[in-house]
């Protein structure tokens, strides 16, 4: 394979390529390192990828497992979803070119099949036959869902107080559901002092989080590739944790170094609920690292109040010349709106942070007009309905054309 | 005061095996002095520069210390503190 270490991305000490996370010497996280020194031949690597599955595994050369490229019509399949130009939200805002990476269209709906089709693929390599992990949602949705179709057993651990339809869609799938009295991060506590005790549990976000963390580089593979082997001028992305948006910088510079595509990593916008902005505060107050915080806000799948990647993630965005903007509950539901009625993508509150970004970052003039954008739209709106409740109105009326006419000759013209 | 420190497995081989270690001491820097004392190697491992670092946390009765007083927090008789490594998660 062409991974060849774990790295600790503090002090570069090396580690073999198992289920570890975090570095002895100095608790620093570990990093998949590659040799892609064999990759000479640009025009044969391109024509490998094209030729290769539509799903995630077509970069198999770019994702840590040691296998051959697994097989694609069984497991639940990751990725290769819609990258859409969206004129008419371009048009909305004032932009040149807008797109969007509709990531809501993987099998769970949201971009957590990426992270977890890896994770749970180099579980089962290193020898696991259980998958664990901490979430606020989508993650949930994802792992109980690649435990079935792979027919591992898995422990899903969420905050009590979770969106109903993230919940149903995660006990459907017959895992082993603990809802805990608390929020995100005492999830995730409860779960790195688990893991440390359950050694045949892979963690997916803990244990694997290496693994786990370099399926989000396919969401750059996936632009570079859809847009003809071209790299954007500027991609905006949700930040949780962090490891979306670093990993999706990591991609693009991958593709770069080994010749596949030409130019500079894109500016890199990261995109946060105000509620739950640690990384954003950082960012506007020049820290190179983020001061926890406990989150207040409807987008609970981007509420992770302590960011593990945070301090990367403010490192990304300044060496793009790009940055890191919040986003109030308000802006969220409309962000939620202004998507769904430009461009027929209905998105979750995550969706509705990174499009009112968008919108904030056109309104203060940080965009030119010549740059060509890409939004990652990370989740389902199915699955938030609450944010859109009471936000239009509708017309009840009996089965008459004199009801119906009645309604509308009384209705203010939308 | 005696205080019980727990150890994440990747500090266990460091200091014998063991899960956790006892402890004195009045704040939660007092207390980890104490545990550096007879264990002069975890204190490279948690600490740079006087503080701890940027990827530990440290938690009295489940709450992070950096929302309490960092390592001024005061402790009380019988306290637990846990050591956990910051850089797991991601929702
Ligand atoms: C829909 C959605 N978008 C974005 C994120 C952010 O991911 P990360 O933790 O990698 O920053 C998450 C979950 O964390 C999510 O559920
Ligand atoms: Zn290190």
Not at chain 1, 24 to 31: D, N
Not at chain 1, 34 to 39: A, K, L, M, N
Not at chain 1, 245 to 251: D, L, Q
Not at chain 2, 34 to 46: T, Y
């Amino acid at each position: 394979m062409a991974a060849k270490q774990l790295k600790c991305r503090e002090c570069g000490t090396e580690y073999p390529l198992e289920a570890r996370y975090v570095c002895s010497k100095c608790f620093g996280p570990l990093e998949v390192g590659y040799d892609h020194e064999h990759i000479t031949d640009v025009s044969e690597m391109r024509r490998r990828i094209q030729g290769g599955p539509q799903n995630i595994w077509r970069y198999h050369d770019f994702l840590p497992l040691e296998g051959p490229q697994p097989r694609t019509r069984t497991g639940l399949p990751a990725g290769c979803t819609p990258l859409i130009r969206a004129d008419r939200l371009a048009e909305r805002l004032g932009l040149g070119e807008v797109w969007v990476k509709n990531d809501a269209a993987n099998p769970t709906h949201s971009f957590k099949d990426r992270v977890v089709s890896v994770a749970a693929t180099r579980a089962r390599e290193l020898g696991f036959d259980t998958l664990a992990c901490a979430s606020t949602g989508n993650l949930a949705n994802s792992v109980a869902a690649h435990g079935a179709a792979l027919g591992m057993a898995s422990y899903v651990l969420i905050p009590a107080d979770l969106e109903e339809q993230k919940v149903l869609a995660t006990g459907v799938y017959g895992t082993n559901l603990v809802k805990v009295r608390g929020n995100y991060d005492d999830v995730n506590r409860l779960c790195t002092e688990l893991s440390g005790d359950r050694e045949n549990w892979a963690f997916v976000n803990i244990n694997m989080r290496p693994y786990y963390a370099e399926g989000s580089k396919t969401v750059s593979y996936e632009i570079a590739e859809q847009l003809g082997w071209e790299i954007p001028d500027r991609v905006v992305v949700p930040i949780a944790s962090g490891s979306l948006f670093t990993k999706i910088g990591k991609g693009f510079q991958e593709f770069i170094d080994v010749g596949l595509i030409d130019g500079d990593v894109p500016i890199m916008n990261g995109a946060q609920a105000t509620g739950c902005s640690p990384v954003a505060a950082a960012f506007r107050d020049g820290q190179d690292f983020c001061r926890p915080v406990k989150p207040h806000t409807i987008a609970k799948s981007l509420a992770i109040g302590n960011p593990a990647d945070g301090p990367y993630a403010l490192d990304l965005a300044r060496a793009t010349a790009g940055s890191i903007d919040s986003v109030n509950d308000q802006e969220i539901r409309a962000g939620i709106r202004l998507l769904a009625e430009t461009t027929g993508v209905f998105t979750e509150t995550a969706g509705g942070v990174t499009t009112a970004v968008l919108q904030k970052l056109a309104e203060t003039g940080a965009i030119g007009s010549d740059e060509r954008v890409v939004i990652v739209i990370t989740g389902e709106g199915l699955k938030t309905l609450d944010a859109v409740r009471h936000s239009f109105m509708d017309y009840e009326v009996d089965p008459t054309i004199e009801s119906f006419e009645q309604a509308f000759a009384g209705a203010v013209q939308v | 005061m005696a205080i019980t420190v727990k150890l994440p497995t990747q500090l266990r081989e460091t200091v014998g095996g063991v899960a956790s270690l006892q402890a004195e001491g009045a704040t939660v820097g007092e207390a980890l002095e104490s545990v550096f004392a007879s264990h002069g190697e975890l204190r490279d491992r948690l600490y740079q520069d006087g503080d701890l670092r940027r990827f530990v946390n440290v938690y009295l009765g489940g709450e992070d210390i950096r929302f309490l007083d960092g390592l001024k927090t005061a402790l009380p008789e019988g306290a637990e503190l846990t050591i956990l490594p910051a850089v797991a998660g991601g929702c």
